[in-house]
C-alpha cells in the first residue's frame, strides 16, 4: 500500500509540525480539520501539499471517506473528554470501518501506564481511550514522550531561573525525567507512522535529567549554581493537588487548571522511562538539555 498518513489535529504545534516532516519525505498527507480551524494554518499546511479535507466528527460517513486509502491515521487531538475520548473514538471506528491498519493515538506524553487512576486527569482519559483502542481491530503505536521540553521555559519548580532554584521530591535528587521537544517527537513519530512494524509502545527522549544533573548543567551554563529544594514527599504533593483540586471544581472544564498543571509535574516523578527507543529510527539527532539551556540563558539576556 502506498504510503498515506492521515493526520488529526494538524493545525496545533505538534500536528503540523508532523506533517511537515512526512511532506519533506514525500510522503502523502491528508489533514483533517474543522470549519472554525485557523485558516492561516490551514493554508500553510495546504501550500505545503498537503490535502486538507474539512469535516465534523460527527459526520461519521465523511470520516469514513477521510480514512479511505490511509496507511496510518496519526491523531494529535488534544482536549477534554469531548475531545480525546469522544472525537477520537469516532475517528478510530471510521479508521476501522475503512479498513486502515494503523493508529497512533494522541497520546504523547509521559507514560501513563505506569501511573494510577487519578494521577493525573488528562491522562486518564487517555487510559480511557486505550481500552476502546485495545478493543479495536487496528494496530496501534503509541508515541511516550516524556514531558515536552519546552515547559522547562515556564519557570516551573522543577527549573525556576528566576528564582534559581530546582524543586525535587525526597528521595528523587536523581530521578531521571524524559524531556523531548516538539520537533524531535515530530521527527519520530512521522518515521512511526511509516513503520509498518513498530510496536504497541515507543518511548523517546531528546535527554533526561535529574535534580542533580540540572543542579550541574546550570552551573555550567549559567556560570551559577541553582539552589536544590526539597519539596518533601510526593504523598504529601498528592494530597495537596486533591485538596486544590476540591477548591476550584471549575477547572474540570478547564484543560489546564493549575491543579492538572501540579499533576504534571506530579507525574514526572511518578512515571519515567527505564529504556529508551531513540535508536529505531537511524539519523535521527536528539537535542541535548544543555542546548535547552542554553536557550533559557539566551532568552534571560534578551
Not at 61 to 71: R, V
Amino acid at each position: 500500500m502506498k504510503n498515506t498518513i492521515l493526520v488529526a489535529g494538524a493545525t496545533g504545534d505538534l500536528g503540523s509540525r508532523i506533517c511537515k516532516q512526512l511532506l519533506k519525505q514525500g510522503v502523502g498527507v491528508k489533514v483533517l480539520v474543522r470549519k472554525e480551524s485557523d485558516e492561516a494554518k490551514v493554508n500553510e499546511l495546504r501550500e505545503l501539499g498537503a490535502e486538507v479535507v474539512t469535516t465534523d466528527y460527527n459526520d461519521e460517513a465523511a470520516l469514513i471517506s477521510a480514512c479511505n486509502g490511509i496507511s496510518c491515521v496519526v491523531s494529535v487531538l488534544a482536549g477534554l473528554h469531548d475531545v480525546v475520548v469522544l472525537a477520537q473514538s469516532q475517528l478510530l471506528k471510521a479508521a476501522v470501518q475503512a479498513g486502515v491498519p494503523r493508529f497512533i493515538p494522541s497520546d504523547f506524553c509521559t507514560d501513563f501506564t505506569e501511573l494510577k487512576p487519578g494521577d493525573n486527569r488528562n491522562f486518564d482519559l487517555r487510559k480511557e481511550f486505550q481500552l476502546l483502542l485495545e478493543a479495536s481491530d487496528i494496530q496501534a503505536t503509541s508515541v511516550f514522550n516524556g514531558a515536552f521540553a519546552h515547559v522547562l521555559q515556564y519557570g516551573i519548580p522543577l527549573l525556576d531561573t528566576k528564582n534559581k532554584t530546582i524543586a525535587y521530591y525526597t528521595d528523587k535528587l536523581d530521578w531521571k525525567i524524559a524531556f523531548t521537544t516538539i520537533d524531535d517527537t515530530a521527527a519520530f513519530t512521522a518515521s512511526a507512522a511509516l513503520d509498518d512494524a513498530a510496536p504497541r509502545f515507543l518511548r523517546i527522549a531528546s535527554f533526561q535529567v535529574s535534580a542533580n544533573d540540572l543542579a550541574a548543567l546550570s552551573a555550567r551554563v549559567f556560570g551559577e549554581g541553582f539552589h536544590l529544594k526539597d519539596q518533601g514527599s510526593l504523598e504529601q504533593f498528592a494530597g495537596y493537588i486533591t485538596h486544590v483540586r476540591s477548591e476550584h471544581p471549575q477547572g474540570e472544564h478547564q484543560l489546564y487548571p493549575q491543579w492538572q498543571q501540579m499533576q504534571y509535574l506530579y507525574s514526572m516523578f511518578a512515571a519515567h522511562h527505564t529504556a529508551l527507543d531513540n535508536d529505531r529510527y537511524p539519523g535521527m539527532k536528539w537535542t541535548t538539555a544543555e542546548e535547552i539551556l542554553m536557550e533559557l540563558k539566551a532568552q534571560a539576556q534578551s
